[in-house]
């Protein structure tokens, strides 16, 4: 399996003759167990033989704070499935000798303390997870979590919101793996515009950091991610693609590689 890094393939920022040559990384997202864990597994499958470049893997949770209505409700149809914690440890460890691409864990700080933070970071390590976003834990509170991901090699995502502002170069120097950039305040969903001034941001964390960018929220549409895609280092695609595992439930999978398809080409 490729590394965070490698993923992106991102060898400087610095240049415009870099970023005019480089192709964002794209970062589709799915709540594992929604509808069932079979199901997952032909999603996140699909997804890699589409061209995603790194995947993340929503732990369903009873309170997602920064989630959507569409995610929300994957995140009650997954628990009601009766999907675990440990359940989707063993999914992943049954999938590692056919997966490539990094896999990236979001879920919520309750989640871990429930398991228990040492425990669960080691099974990140067994089974070949890169990294964690915690979108519940502020930059300020990350020390929590911080030293025993470094232990056992899993990346601690930082978020970077519109609203950073002044803590945007704190947040940046210290990042791992990537920065995920919150495209627009509020919780996730799919949205017709997207109208803060995101190339800005960018060009302010970059100046601070060659750890890559990636930006999240409310891309949906093909066009929305080549826009995207020419500004960050990844476009990352979540409520869109819940949305089509809602849809078509067990037979999702190939309307997914279809809908990832589009994307990356129009990126």
Same mark, same amino acid.
């Given at each position: 399996?490729?590394?965070?890094?490698?993923?992106?393939?991102?060898?400087?920022?610095?240049?415009?003759?870099?970023?005019?040559?480089?192709?964002?990384?794209?970062?589709?997202? =799915?709540?594992?167990? %929604?509808?069932?864990?079979?199901? !997952?597994?032909?999603?996140?499958?699909?997804?890699?033989?589409?061209?995603?470049?790194?995947?993340?893997?929503? $732990?369903?949770?009873?309170?997602?704070? +920064?989630?959507?209505?569409?995610?929300?409700? +994957? @995140?009650?149809?997954?628990?009601?499935?009766?999907?675990?914690?440990?359940?989707?440890?063993?999914? =992943?460890?049954?999938?590692?000798?056919?997966?490539?691409?990094?896999?990236?864990?979001?879920?919520?700080? @309750?989640?871990?303390?429930?398991?228990?933070?040492?425990?669960?970071?080691?099974?990140?390590?067994?089974?070949?997870?890169?990294? *964690?976003?915690?979108?519940? =834990?502020?930059?300020?509170?990350?020390?929590?979590?911080?030293?025993?991901?470094?232990?056992?090699?899993? +990346?601690? *995502?930082?978020?970077?919101?519109?609203?950073?502002?002044?803590?945007?170069? !704190?947040?940046?120097? %210290?990042?791992?793996?990537?920065?995920?950039?919150?495209?627009?305040?509020?919780? !996730?969903?799919?949205?017709?515009?997207?109208?803060?001034?995101?190339?800005? *941001?960018?060009?302010? $964390?970059?100046?601070?950091?060659?750890?890559?960018?990636?930006?999240?929220?409310?891309?949906?549409?093909?066009?929305?991610?080549?826009?995207?895609?020419? *500004?960050?280092?990844?476009?990352?695609?979540?409520?869109?693609?819940?949305?089509? =595992?809602?849809?078509?439930?067990? %037979?999702?999978?190939?309307?997914?590689?279809?809908?990832?398809?589009?994307? $990356?080409?129009?990126?």
């Amino acid at each position: 399996m490729i590394s965070i890094a490698e993923a992106f393939n991102t060898p400087a920022h610095n240049t415009h003759e870099n970023r005019t040559s480089h192709k964002a990384a794209f970062i589709p997202f =799915v709540t594992c167990g %929604d509808p069932n864990i079979q199901t !997952t597994k032909r999603i996140i499958l699909a997804m890699q033989d589409a061209g995603a470049s790194l995947i993340e893997l929503g $732990i369903p949770f009873s309170d997602p704070t +920064a989630e959507g209505p569409v995610i929300q409700a +994957a @995140n009650v149809r997954a628990l009601a499935a009766g999907t675990t914690t440990d359940a989707i440890f063993t999914m =992943v460890s049954e999938m590692q000798s056919s997966i490539h691409v990094p896999l990236v864990f979001m879920t919520y700080a @309750n989640v871990v303390f429930s398991y228990g933070k040492e425990k669960f970071m080691q099974r990140c390590q067994e089974v070949g997870i890169a990294g *964690i976003i915690l979108p519940d =834990v502020p930059f300020e509170e990350k020390d929590e979590f911080e030293a025993v991901c470094e232990r056992y090699n899993v +990346a601690l *995502i930082s978020l970077i919101a519109p609203t950073s502002h002044e803590r945007i170069a !704190t947040i940046a120097k %210290d990042a791992r793996g990537f920065i995920y950039l919150v495209s627009s305040l509020g919780t !996730t969903g799919e949205r017709s515009h997207i109208t803060t001034d995101l190339a800005s *941001i960018v060009r302010t $964390i970059r100046t601070y950091t060659t750890v890559p960018c990636a930006i999240g929220f409310g891309i949906s549409q093909p066009q929305q991610a080549a826009h995207m895609g020419a *500004i960050a280092d990844g476009v990352i695609v979540g409520s869109a693609i819940v949305k089509l =595992v809602e849809r078509y439930k067990d %037979d999702a999978a190939r309307y997914i590689h279809e809908y990832i398809t589009s994307m $990356i080409e129009a990126m």
